[in-house]
């Protein structure tokens, strides 16, 4: 080794000491490991066996294999998880049924001589017809009213305005369907809380009354009850979007109500075509004025004569 040699050894050092002229990371002591480094306050591991050093986090409800959605409904409420929402939809849905069994007796109800007298020379098809479109422009309307009520969102009100809407809507349908069975011969018997109660019956089913068939002809009682309350669950689903601002919801209520009615004109239209019967062959009962429907029911608590107050 010549002396040039040595004195550029001496400037470059030992090999295990820094030197300037080495990358930056090779002057620098190497990274402590993982496991050395401090633990963050809070997440102290507990050790094993131990319960009581952390709380155990709730756990979601997860719906086993081969359970369908009511089975992971029914655990959802057992541990208590959405009481306070499906307690509330289930209330509304009563006051809304409620409502809507104590209108049907009371729905305005032209019969068949009225009806012929309004239509003349037209036959029950075209008679269905006129009813149907006339049913469909009423049920548009209320869609279109309300959703331009909620043009600027309340919160509060939408309770109100939903409600409003669904029992307008159900109302002119239960006339169309009433009046459906005057054209097509097909007037269930009894008074006019009977027939209104047949009618809800018809409705809720989609689906005519056939006179000869007593089962047809419900009673107000608790299956009635749930038929309505499904049908309105179904309705109150398909009306949310009415509520939507900006006179978005008037429109969206307007064609899709007009849908719904429609749809179920045309069921029950199509089962008592199948089984019309000839005004020729009707009874004379059939061609009789209608009674008038019953009062409503004076409210508790207000003297008589302040009803209306």
Do not use: C
């Amino acid at each position: 080794m010549t002396d040039d040699d040595a004195r550029r050894d001496g400037e470059r050092g030992e090999p295990d000491q820094p030197s300037p002229l080495l990358p930056a990371k090779r002057r620098f002591p190497a990274a402590k490991r993982l496991t050395e480094l401090p633990r963050l306050p809070g997440r102290r591991r507990a050790p094993a066996g131990d319960a009581s050093a952390s709380p155990e986090r709730p756990r979601a409800v997860v719906p086993e294999p081969g359970k369908g959605g009511e089975a992971a409904t029914a655990e959802a409420a057992d541990s208590g998880a959405g009481e306070v929402p499906r307690g509330k939809v289930r209330a509304f849905l009563g006051v809304v049924t409620d409502r809507i069994i104590d209108t049907a007796p009371r729905v305005p109800v032209r019969d068949l001589r009225t009806l012929r007298a309004q239509f003349p020379g037209l036959g029950p098809d075209e008679i269905a017809d006129r009813l149907i479109a006339g049913a469909m422009n009423s049920s548009a309307t209320v869609g279109a009213g309300v959703g331009a009520a909620a043009m600027m969102p309340v919160p509060p009100a939408m309770p109100a305005e939903l409600a409003a809407e669904i029992v307008g809507v159900a109302s002119v349908e239960l006339k169309l369907v009433a009046e459906l069975h005057e054209v097509y011969g097909h007037r269930p018997p009894g008074n006019a809380t009977q027939r209104g109660t047949a009618y809800l019956g018809a409705w809720t089913s989609e689906r005519g009354i056939d006179v000869v068939r007593p089962v047809t002809l419900n009673a107000v009682g608790g299956q009635l009850k749930r038929e309505v309350r499904q049908q309105l669950l179904k309705r109150t689903a398909r009306t949310l979007p009415n509520l939507a601002p900006f006179m978005i919801g008037a429109v969206v209520g307007a064609v899709m109500n007009r849908r719904d009615t429609k749809k179920v004109a045309e069921k029950i239209r199509d089962d008592l075509r199948s089984r019309a019967v000839a005004w020729d062959a009707l009874p004379e009962t059939a061609h009789e004025p209608l009674d008038p429907a019953p009062a409503p029911s004076r409210r508790k608590g207000l003297p008589r004569g302040r009803d209306r107050a």
